[in-house]
């Protein structure tokens, strides 16, 4: 990994080489074992130089960004670190906080995304931020209002989009509700409720499928019009993939 670790293993970020490979260890379990991932089209995903894995998101609590980041370490060669930008929540959070920002994973902050754009990074979006993992069960391929930032943020920095779509969230964490006022309390957005109460995640098979890199021309200070155009686009390619993996699934169990 072409990371710039000083003699401490640390780079400018703060991000831990002893803490990456604790946090790949025991993802690497997750990955390959626990829900036996499928990675299709990480080819699409440089190997090099700045660009964004945009998706969609689902099943109550982030599997899907922790699968994605894994995808990127464990199937490239050499690996690369996808950097998402995590719910404030998080930061405010014991421990948690501090591994998140030793494994690259920052709050998403505007200015956070654009120095790690600058410095050719490669950064995780899940557009429909925490609405996406709020879907119920019935929901679960569905896509909510994707927001505009990242494709601001994309033309300002000229980075290209790799988009993907993630299968198998919503059958790892089939929420069948979620505790807002619970959520509030403990200061996080919601609770999830599963059929089995707990949000503990199944063993189910898991899928990634990368699709060929965006790119949109522009400055990021087009009309709210115009980035929307692009964002539909970008939902689109997404939405295509999903349904076109699930009617592939579906002929196999036919089959």
């Given at each position: ?145 994707f927001g505009t930032g990242f494709m601001r943020l994309a033309l300002k920095t000229r ?97």
């Amino acid at each position: 990994m072409e990371l710039p670790f000083n003699a401490y293993g640390v780079d400018p970020y703060g991000v831990s080489r002893w803490h990456l490979r604790v946090c790949f260890e025991a993802m690497s379990f997750f990955y390959r074992s626990y829900f036996r991932v499928r990675c299709h089209g990480i080819e699409h995903v440089p190997a090099r130089g700045r660009a964004m894995v945009v998706g969609n998101h689902s099943g109550g609590v982030a599997v899907d960004a922790a699968m994605i980041i894994t995808s990127c370490f464990l199937e490239m060669e050499p690996p690369r670190l996808a950097q998402g930008m995590a719910e404030k929540f998080i930061n405010a959070t014991p421990v948690a906080s501090t591994w998140a920002s030793r494994c690259g994973q920052f709050p998403g902050l505007p200015e956070h995304a654009i120095r790690l754009l600058e410095e050719d990074r490669l950064l995780m979006i899940f557009p429909e931020g925490a609405r996406g993992t709020a879907k119920l069960y019935p929901q679960r391929y569905d896509m909510v209002e994707f927001g505009t930032g990242f494709m601001r943020l994309a033309l300002k920095t000229r980075t290209p989009i790799i988009p993907f779509g993630f299968l198998g969230g919503g059958a790892a964490i089939p929420t069948v509700a979620n505790l807002y006022g619970l959520g509030k309390a403990l200061g996080v957005p919601y609770v999830p409720v599963t059929p089995y109460v707990l949000p503990l995640p199944l063993p189910v098979p898991l899928e990634i499928h990368y699709g060929e890199p965006m790119v949109f021309e522009g400055t990021g200070n087009e009309e709210d019009t115009v980035i929307q155009g692009y964002v539909e686009q970008v939902k689109e390619r997404i939405a295509g993939i999903i349904e076109r993996r699930r009617k592939e699934r579906w002929k196999g169990v036919e089959s």
